[in-house]
C-alpha cells in the first residue's frame, strides 16, 4: 500500500508519534482545550503534552507539544490529568512521573508519582509547576498514584486520584483540594482489578458517575474482553457518604476505547473524549508504518437514563453530516449510518463486517483486525448510529445506552449495506491549521 487509506477525517490523531489519554478537556473563555498524551516514538517513549485549541470541535488550531518535563518532579515524564475552572483561571492538575535508577520492580519502589498543578487566564500565558502532592503523601499506596480530577460539590472541592493499594487493590484516593488532607479511599465491593487509571468523577442529570479504568479484570466477567476494561459506577450515596462501590458497567464494549475524560462545552452539556486503543493489546495498529498511531475519538454528549450512562453524538459531528447516500454499494471513507426500526443489518467494507440478527450484533475483522478478535453481543438494538471513518468505527445502541468503538484497517473502502429502512450520509471532516 502506498497511500495511507487509512488517514481518519473525523478524529485528532497526530502527525508522526504516539497519542494517548485525553488531557485537560476543557471550554474556557470561548475556545476548547483539548490535550492528549504523547511521544515523539512511534510506539511511544518520554511522556509530553500535545496540544489544540478550537471554537467549535470542527476547526482546530495545531498548538503543537505543550508541557515537557522541566522540573525534578516530572524528569521522567509528564503523565495524564485534567483541567478545572476555578474563577477566571483554567487550572490543570496532572501526574510526573519520575523512575530512579537502580534495582526496583517501579510498583511498590523505585517511582515517584507526583501530584502537579499550574494555570492560565488567557490560554496563552502560564503559571509556574506547582508540585502539590508527592508519592511520600499518599496513604498505603503503591508507587501508581496517578491522573487526579477535581469534583466540586456543595462548596467542597476535592481532588481525586486513581491508584494501586500497597496491596494490589484498584481504588480512588479522595484529597480535600484545598488543604491537600486525605478525605478517603473507595474501593469497590467486588474485584474490581490492581489499579484504576484515569478516574473522572462529576454529575450528570442529578447523578454522581464515577468513570474509570481498572486494570487486572480482563475477561474476569462477562463481555471483560479486553486487556484493560473502562467503565463507570452510580454513586447513590455521593462521594461523601460511599465507602465501598456496588455497582460497574462497561462505557463501551469495542476493541478501543480506553481512559476517557469528560468536561463541560458551551451549552453546559457533559461531552466525553476517549483515547481509541486500549494499552498493552496483543493487536497492532498499521499506521504504524507511516510513522503514528491512535487518535481520540469523536466527542460525545454523555447523559444519565433509566439507570444508565448513555453516549450520543455531540453537535459538532451533526454539523457534519452532508448529503445523502442512495446506493448500498459505494466506496466513501467517512459516512454515517443510521437505522431506527429494530431490524437486521449487515454493513461490509472489504472484508470487514458489522451486522445485527436475531438479537446478536456481531463484529467480524477478517484481514482487517491486526489481531483483533471478532466478536458477538447478545443486546435487542432498537435503534442504531454508526460513525465510519476510514480505519474506525463508533456505534451507539438504543439511544447511546450500549457503545461500541474499534479500529479497523481495511485493504479498500468498498462499502456493501444490507438492510432496509436506513439512512447513510456523507460526514464532513474537521480541519486542523497549525497556530500562526
Known amino acids: 500500500m502506498l497511500a495511507n487509506s487509512w488517514k481518519q477525517n473525523l478524529h485528532l490523531e497526530p502527525e508522526k508519534g504516539w497519542l494517548n489519554?485525553?488531557?485537560?478537556?476543557?471550554?474556557?473563555?470561548?475556545?476548547?482545550?483539548?490535550?492528549h498524551q504523547y511521544s515523539y516514538e512511534v510506539n511511544g517513549g518520554l511522556k509530553l503534552w500535545y496540544y489544540y485549541t478550537s471554537k467549535d470541535l470542527i476547526k482546530y488550531e495545531d498548538r503543537g507539544v505543550f508541557l515537557t518535563p522541566t522540573i525534578e518532579e516530572e524528569k521522567s515524564g509528564v503523565y495524564s490529568g485534567s483541567a478545572n475552572i476555578e474563577g477566571d483561571k483554567l487550572v490543570f492538575y496532572y501526574t510526573g512521573n519520575v523512575k530512579y535508577k537502580g534495582d526496583y520492580d517501579y510498583v511498590h519502589a523505585g517511582r515517584g508519582h507526583n501530584t502537579i498543578s499550574f494555570s492560565t487566564e488567557d490560554g496563552v500565558n502560564f503559571t509556574e509547576k506547582k508540585c502539590l502532592l508527592t508519592t511520600d503523601d499518599y496513604p498505603n499506596m503503591s508507587n501508581h498514584v496517578r491522573?487526579?480530577?477535581?469534583?466540586?460539590?456543595?462548596?467542597?472541592?476535592?481532588?481525586?486520584?486513581?491508584?494501586?493499594?500497597?496491596?494490589?487493590?484498584?481504588?480512588?484516593?479522595?484529597?480535600?483540594?484545598?488543604?491537600l488532607e486525605p478525605y478517603k479511599t473507595i474501593y469497590s465491593e467486588k474485584n474490581l482489578g490492581f489499579m484504576w487509571e484515569c478516574p473522572d468523577?462529576?454529575?450528570?442529570?442529578?447523578?454522581?458517575?464515577?468513570?474509570?479504568?481498572?486494570?487486572?479484570?480482563?475477561?474476569?466477567?462477562?463481555?471483560?474482553?479486553?486487556?484493560?476494561?473502562?467503565?463507570?459506577?452510580?454513586?447513590?450515596?455521593?462521594?461523601?457518604?460511599?465507602?465501598?462501590?456496588?455497582?460497574?458497567?462497561?462505557?463501551?464494549?469495542?476493541?478501543?476505547?480506553?481512559a476517557s475524560q469528560t468536561f463541560l462545552d458551551e451549552d453546559n452539556n457533559r461531552v466525553?473524549?476517549?483515547?481509541?486503543?486500549?494499552?498493552?493489546?496483543s493487536y497492532t495498529n498499521p499506521t504504524s508504518k507511516f510513522?503514528?498511531?491512535?487518535?481520540?475519538?469523536?466527542?460525545?454528549?454523555?447523559?444519565?437514563?433509566?439507570?444508565?450512562?448513555?453516549?450520543?453524538?455531540?453537535?459538532?459531528?451533526?454539523?457534519?453530516?452532508?448529503?445523502?447516500?442512495?446506493?448500498?454499494?459505494?466506496?466513501?471513507?467517512?459516512?454515517?449510518?443510521?437505522?431506527?426500526?429494530?431490524?437486521?443489518?449487515?454493513?461490509?467494507?472489504?472484508?470487514?463486517?458489522?451486522?445485527?440478527k436475531d438479537g446478536e450484533l456481531k463484529v467480524d475483522f477478517g484481514t482487517s483486525g491486526y489481531g483483533r478478535d471478532n466478536r458477538k453481543y447478545k443486546v435487542n438494538i432498537e435503534n442504531v448510529e454508526i460513525v465510519f471513518d476510514s480505519s474506525s468505527i463508533e456505534l451507539f445502541a438504543n439511544d447511546g445506552f450500549f457503545a461500541l468503538s474499534t479500529r479497523f484497517y481495511p485493504d479498500n473502502h468498498?462499502?456493501?449495506?444490507?438492510?432496509?429502512?436506513?439512512?447513510?450520509?456523507?460526514?464532513g471532516r474537521i480541519k486542523i491549521r497549525e497556530e500562526n
Open 291 to 356: 510513522g503514528y498511531q491512535n487518535c481520540l475519538t469523536i466527542p460525545r454528549v454523555v447523559n444519565y437514563k433509566d439507570g444508565k450512562v448513555r453516549q450520543t453524538l455531540h453537535k459538532s459531528v451533526k454539523e457534519l453530516l452532508g448529503e445523502n447516500i442512495k446506493d448500498s454499494d459505494f466506496t466513501e471513507k467517512t459516512w454515517y449510518y443510521k437505522q431506527e426500526h429494530g431490524q437486521e443489518f449487515k454493513i461490509e467494507i472489504a472484508d470487514f463486517k458489522v451486522s445485527y
Open 21 to 35: 489519554d485525553p488531557n485537560g478537556l476543557a471550554y474556557f473563555k470561548g475556545k476548547y482545550h483539548i490535550f
Open 147 to 179: 491522573d487526579p480530577k477535581v469534583f466540586e460539590k456543595n462548596d467542597k472541592n476535592y481532588l481525586v486520584l486513581g491508584a494501586r493499594d500497597s496491596n494490589d487493590y484498584g481504588c480512588l484516593l479522595v484529597y480535600d483540594k484545598d488543604t
Open 414 to 427: 468498498n462499502v456493501k449495506i444490507s438492510a432496509n429502512n436506513y439512512i447513510a450520509q456523507k460526514l
Open 201 to 258: 468523577y462529576f454529575e450528570v442529570d442529578g447523578k454522581e458517575i464515577f468513570m474509570f479504568s481498572p486494570q487486572g479484570i480482563s475477561r474476569m466477567y462477562p463481555n471483560f474482553e479486553n486487556m484493560y476494561q473502562i467503565g463507570y459506577s452510580i454513586v447513590e450515596e455521593g462521594i461523601e457518604n460511599v465507602e465501598k462501590l456496588n455497582n460497574f458497567s462497561l462505557l463501551d464494549y469495542g476493541h478501543d476505547f480506553y
Open 272 to 281: 466525553l473524549i476517549g483515547w481509541m486503543y486500549v494499552p498493552d493489546s
